[in-house]
Nanobody, 125 residues
Framework: QVQLVESGGGLVQAGGSLRLSCAAS????????MGWFRQAPGKEREFVAA????????YYADSVKGRFTISRDNAKNTVYLQMNSLQPEHPAVYYC??????????????????WGQGTQVTVSS
């Protein structure tokens, strides 16, 4: 089992920044690709970003490319999502995810082995 706990969500003005963190525990963190997904009310959960176990490969949804950066610190068992130039949109819950099948699988298929409980992000105009 892998336990994932997100933090760093909140309310931010349009154009502002937030950094989400996801702390992992349980099995060896560096064995897993990690990712972030988000879900707005009434909408399906959608892929945001993914990173390989080594951090050498990253994947992003087109809607966030150039504004969001995913990174990881395997020594701290933590993955981050730096979100810049946030745009006003429906509030969303951001979920951390872990997959033993690789970052490209996480990005293409979006079915991780483990989910965090989510953290709320709201961008005001």
């Amino acid at each position: 089992q892998v336990q994932l706990v997100e933090s760093g969500g909140g309310l931010v003005q349009a154009g502002g920044s937030l950094r989400l963190s996801c702390a992992a525990s349980g099995r060896t963190f560096s064995n897993y690709a990690m990712g972030w997904f988000r879900q707005a009310p009434g909408k399906e959960r959608e892929f945001v970003a993914a990173i390989s176990w080594s951090g050498g490969r990253t994947y992003y949804a087109d809607s966030v490319k150039g504004r969001f950066t995913i990174s990881r610190d395997n020594a701290k068992n933590t993955v981050y999502l730096q979100m810049n130039s946030l745009q006003p949109e429906h509030p969303a819950v951001y979920y951390c995810a872990a997959s033993g099948r690789g970052a490209d699988f996480l990005a293409r298929v979006g079915v991780p082995g483990y989910w965090g409980q989510g953290t709320q992000v709201t961008v005001s105009s």
